[in-house]
């Protein structure tokens, strides 16, 4: 989610699942080793190739717009792996998103462009926490996902998704905060600082010029008069 705006998913692997569930079930049925399988196969190699064309094409786009309207960015880390390893549509519907490819290369381009960039911990409520008054009543578990509105005991009712916005910006602004801080303190306590040239080494010193001759006695050096 995006400052108030919500971002909805493609779903690339969804659109394309009848396609490549048809060209899989031709290649199934080809001899091995015959021309019709290489074809096959080729057929499900561009279905696959397609979608991941689309889904890093929607990456690139996104984030670059997200990093180009905000100064600090700040995201929630996920167990996509343990999220993905679920049976059933929930976990290809995990993987058919990429959430990691996305923070990842949000996380890249912030770097790049100079932006402050924020993972607030997986352990986290964003979700079950009240913005309102800090109280932890939201919906829990597998069966809270479907629940997208709820209601607080103190009377605000939340969007499950802005109410998880509002939670992440102020823990990730709190974390940046810290994080700023520390860079600091280490700074002013680090080792010893080294002097500048001028201070860690004498001036050098020059020679004392040798006092001229004079020739001709007293008078000094005398120049010939030309007869």
């Not at 290489?38 to 190739?49: D, G, N």
């Not at 996305?102 to 079950?128: E, H, N």
């Not at 109410?163 to 905060?177: M, S, Y």
Request: net charge positive.
């Amino acid at each position: 989610m995006l400052r108030g705006r919500k971002i909805s998913t493609p779903r690339f692997l969804r659109r394309a699942e009848k396609r490549l569930r048809r060209a899989q079930r031709k290649l199934s049925r080809c001899r091995k080793g015959s021309n019709n399988r290489r074809k096959a196969r080729l057929a499900v190699a561009r279905i696959h190739a397609r979608v991941a064309d689309q889904r890093r094409d929607f990456i690139d786009q996104h984030t670059t717009a997200i990093t180009r309207e905000s100064q600090a960015v700040y995201v929630e880390d996920l167990n996509v792996k343990g999220m993905g390893n679920r049976r059933g549509r929930q976990g290809k519907s995990i993987h058919d998103q990429s959430f990691g490819k996305f923070t990842r290369t949000l996380q890249a381009k912030c770097a790049r462009y100079g932006r402050t960039f924020v993972k607030i911990d997986r352990w986290f409520p964003s979700t079950q926490l009240c913005s309102h008054c800090g109280a932890l009543e939201g919906p829990k578990g597998r069966a809270g996902l479907r629940i997208r509105i709820w209601t607080c005991s103190c009377g605000t009712t939340h969007d499950r998704d802005e109410n998880a916005e509002i939670n992440i910006r102020a823990a990730g602004r709190k974390l940046a905060v810290e994080t700023r801080r520390e860079a600091e303190r280490q700074n002013a306590c680090g080792g010893r600082v080294r002097l500048p040239t001028r201070e860690r080494w004498p001036l050098k010193q020059e020679p004392t010029p040798e006092p001229h001759r004079n020739n001709g006695g007293a008078g000094g050096n005398r120049q010939a008069s030309a007869r």
